[in-house]
């Protein structure tokens, strides 16, 4: 149960009130020189629930030496000990090749997370693509599914653990997933490592592109014992990439640009 509570409080972690979405087919590619705000909101002042033991905070979230910091610290903000950070962008997006080059600190009770999300917040059902790097093991990632709030198998916590190439606090990793009508592929630094073709396991609603680091008190069973934060630590992300269905590779690091890289 624990991980659906926390996906039904993304409903609040969603923000933008009830803000319209619309899907936005073009390809785009973000280096993160700057943070740009027509593209990404920034979530700023709430939390997803007791369970999350930081206040999501714009301090968090900064792009300097062409990187993006999601951050977290052990700096007090509303009901929280800790502040940390999320984005997500603006529009949704649909069918085509997500992508993002990152690097995680590590630390048990932590997570990670670059997925795709859409609910209830903009008049949509819960649908979701997730990695989730769990930081207290930063040798693997978890890969999820949800549609319509109901996650790959029809159980929660049903997502699949991929061993990582390193570990994801020692240097850049590459995610990215396929994401087709008819079937899901996750990659790992351009290695397939999941296909899905079951589609009731296959969101077909338009998502937000996010990232988040949060801690907890509490979900030990699935984040570990939270260990104390004692200075700001922080994911950096290198850059982010979308590139429609049927486009054409739209930047070099895409795994569209490498000889049979989406086979």
Same mark, same amino acid.
């Given at each position: 149960?624990?991980?659906?509570?926390?996906? $039904?409080?993304?409903?609040?972690?969603?923000?933008?009130?009830?803000?319209?979405?619309?899907?936005?087919?073009?390809?785009?590619? /973000?280096?993160?020189?700057?943070?740009?705000?027509?593209?990404?909101?920034?979530? /700023?002042?709430?939390?997803?629930?007791?369970?999350?033991?930081?206040?999501?905070?714009?301090?968090?979230?900064?792009?300097?030496?062409?990187?993006?910091?999601?951050?977290?610290?052990?700096?007090?903000?509303?009901?929280?000990?800790?502040?940390?950070?999320? &984005?997500? =962008?603006?529009? $949704?997006?649909?069918?085509?090749?997500?992508?993002?080059?990152?690097?995680?600190?590590?630390?048990?009770?932590?997570?990670?997370?670059?997925?795709?999300?859409?609910?209830?917040?903009?008049?949509?059902?819960?649908?979701?693509?997730?990695?989730?790097? &769990?930081?207290?093991? =930063?040798?693997?990632?978890?890969? +999820?599914?949800?549609?319509?709030?109901?996650?790959?198998?029809?159980? +929660?916590?049903?997502?699949?653990?991929?061993? &990582?190439?390193?570990?994801?606090?020692?240097?850049?990793?590459?995610?990215?997933?396929?994401?087709?009508?008819?079937?899901?592929?996750?990659?790992?630094?351009?290695? &397939? %490592?999941?296909?899905?073709?079951?589609?009731?396991?296959?969101?077909?609603?338009?998502?937000?592109?996010?990232?988040?680091?949060?801690? =907890?008190? +509490?979900? +030990?069973?699935?984040?570990?014992?939270?260990?104390?934060?004692?200075?700001?630590?922080?994911?950096? %992300?290198?850059?982010?990439?979308?590139?429609?269905?049927?486009?054409?590779?739209?930047?070099?690091?895409?795994?569209?640009?490498?000889?049979?890289?989406?086979?």
């Amino acid at each position: 149960m624990t991980k659906r509570i926390w996906l $039904a409080a993304l409903a609040v972690a969603a923000g933008l009130g009830t803000t319209p979405v619309l899907a936005q087919d073009g390809a785009f590619f /973000d280096d993160f020189d700057q943070l740009d705000q027509s593209r990404w909101y920034v979530s /700023d002042g709430w939390n997803n629930g007791a369970h999350q033991n930081c206040t999501w905070s714009s301090d968090q979230v900064t792009a300097t030496g062409g990187m993006l910091h999601v951050g977290f610290a052990p700096v007090p903000k509303g009901e929280r000990q800790y502040r940390c950070g999320e &984005l997500q =962008t603006r529009a $949704a997006y649909g069918f085509g090749t997500y992508e993002a080059r990152l690097k995680t600190p590590g630390g048990s009770g932590l997570n990670a997370a670059f997925f795709t999300y859409i609910g209830a917040q903009q008049g949509k059902p819960h649908d979701e693509i997730d990695f989730e790097i &769990l930081l207290r093991d =930063t040798g693997k990632v978890d890969t +999820t599914t949800f549609v319509n709030g109901i996650s790959g198998d029809g159980e +929660t916590g049903s997502g699949q653990s991929h061993a &990582l190439p390193h570990k994801s606090d020692s240097d850049f990793v590459t995610f990215a997933f396929t994401w087709e009508p008819d079937e899901l592929r996750f990659y790992i630094d351009g290695e &397939l %490592v999941r296909t899905m073709t079951d589609k009731a396991t296959i969101p077909s609603n338009p998502q937000r592109i996010f990232f988040s680091l949060w801690g =907890t008190d +509490t979900l +030990t069973d699935w984040m570990g014992p939270f260990a104390a934060v004692d200075a700001p630590i922080a994911m950096d %992300v290198d850059w982010v990439g979308f590139t429609p269905l049927g486009a054409d590779c739209a930047f070099d690091a895409s795994i569209l640009c490498q000889a049979n890289g989406d086979e």
